[in-house]
Structures are given as structure tokens and as C-alpha cells.
């Protein structure tokens, strides 16, 4: 296949981070948000150093621009997942530094354009969000479709944000409405009756299992704190009863991302202090709050409390 790059970008500054040429068509697009609102030339100092083995494909600036730093004939270096990188164009978004890390309209509406170039010059006529990452990663896109994934499905961050994750599915309409595409962006796949239960939806990695029987998925979350039922749709059928503050402390638990917060409170609605270092933590007391499933951990050292959504206890 012969590939093209986009006529869109204004800078360019290739990184050596990453596997030469691909091993897959392309037929996924990746968007990432950056964490910080950082122009093209930023992002390219970020990736230029081998030390960093990172990169991605295309960078959005804070005012829109479009920069390259790894042509789409190469896998970048940016979902923390080989095979998906392979086959998906990584854009790494410029956003606020805090939850829900949202774009600015300028950006949001250079990455739909963006979008619809990649899958024209790709020759794809849809760009598919599945809402789900077992759905995605199980399906067989048409030669004409694109599907969406994101980073949060393959490693314990919150990438893209909560922000863009909910637009997701909106990306999906408005690209496939520019490129002519008729009929609804979700293809009919036959859902999978089964009930999952994780702590949260979107993090397939925290799944216990998949029951044909409510009563048995039920058994299950109750075994397990901060665990709930989902339905085939991600949707809530069961919470257990137990609240946060039943959980036994102290208790320790590992943080293995890099952007997760610390907040002066339980909850989002408190103000952020910093970003709590990868390593293990003693929680002395578990409290519900705004923005976290499995409820917020006070640390011991006393610098606040961290969703419990991303740590692991052990």
C-alpha cells in the first residue's frame, strides 16, 4: 500500500521513536489529549530525545496547527499497545492539565478535520466508535470504515480524557457526515449478552468476569468493593449496597500512571494539589465522592486523596 502523509501540517520535526514501517493497513485512528497546552513545537521537542520512546503520528497545537512527527507509513509509539498502533493514526491533542482534560474548540475542530482527511486519503467512508473496547477490538472494519480506540483500553491512564471521551462518538458523526457516509456511525454488530462486572465501564482491565446469569455477576460484585454490573451497554443493572467508607483501612495500593491527581477532598469538585508519583501509597480512609466509582483514598502522608479508579490495591 502506498501511504500518504496530510497536507495539513504547518511544522514537521520526525522522532526517532518509532518500528519503521507498519505491519497493518490503516484502519483506526487514535486520539490522545496531551495534558498541557502545547504548541506544535513543543510536542516535537517532547518526542525528538530516544530517551523518551514516545511519539505519535500528528500533534494538534493549542491554536489548531497540525504538527508530524512520525509519518502514517510508520508505527508511532503512543497507545502502549503494539498491535494497535500497527494499524491506527495517533494524534496527541493539546488540553487542560486537569480533569476532564478538555480541548479548546480550536482544537476539537482541527482534529474532526483532521480526521476526515486521514480517512479520505485512506479511502474510508466511515469512522466508527463502537463505545466498547471487547466490541472494537473484535471487529472486522469494512474496507471502507475507520474505527476509533483510545489509550485508557490498553494501559491504566485516563487518555483522552473524560471530555474527549465523551465526544467520541460525535467525532465519529460529524467525520463520516463530511465524508458522505449515509446511515448511523455504529455498524450492527449482535451484542453479547452477557453481564460484565469491573469498577468502571470503560476500564475493560478491571473486569472479574462475564456471567450469562444476573445472579451469578451479582455474587461476584458483592465479593469484590468498588465493583459494579454492567449490562451488554455499559449500563449500570448492579451496585452493591456496601459503601465506600465500609472498606477496611489502612490499606496500600499501587499508582502506576503518571497523571493521576491528588485533591485537597474527596471528590473532583475539590481543587487539585499535583500529580501523585508512580508508586505504592497507604490509603488511611475511603470516602464516596464526584468523578470516582470506586470511591477516593486518603493518603497516610496526608497530601489529600486519589481516585481509587486508578490505583490496583494490594
Partial sequence: MAYTNSSM?????LSP???????????RITPHCVVGQCSVETLGSIFAPVSRQASCNYGIGADGRVGMYVEEKNRSWCSSS?????????IECASDTTEPYAFRDVVYKKLIELCVDICKRNGKKKLLWLGDKDKTLNYNP??????LTVHRWFANKSCPGNWMYARMGDLAAKVTAQLGGSGSTTPQVTPTQLYRVRKT???SKTQKGAYKVLANAKTCADKNAGYKVFDANGKIVYEPKASASAVKVPFKVKVSISDLNIRKGPGTDYARTQYIPVGVY????????KG?????GRLKSGAGWISLDYTVKL
Fill in 9 to 13: 501540517v504547518s511544522y514537521t520535526k
Fill in 17 to 27: 521513536n518509532h518500528s519503521g514501517q507498519r505491519t497493518h493497513s490503516i484502519d
Fill in 82 to 90: 503494539n498491535a494497535n498502533d500497527q494499524r491506527a493514526i495517533t
Fill in 142 to 147: 469494512k474496507a471502507d470504515e475507520m474505527v
Fill in 201 to 203: 465501564w470503560s476500564d
Fill in 282 to 289: 497507604t490509603i488511611v480512609e475511603v470516602k464516596s465522592g
Fill in 292 to 296: 470516582s466509582t470506586a470511591g477516593w
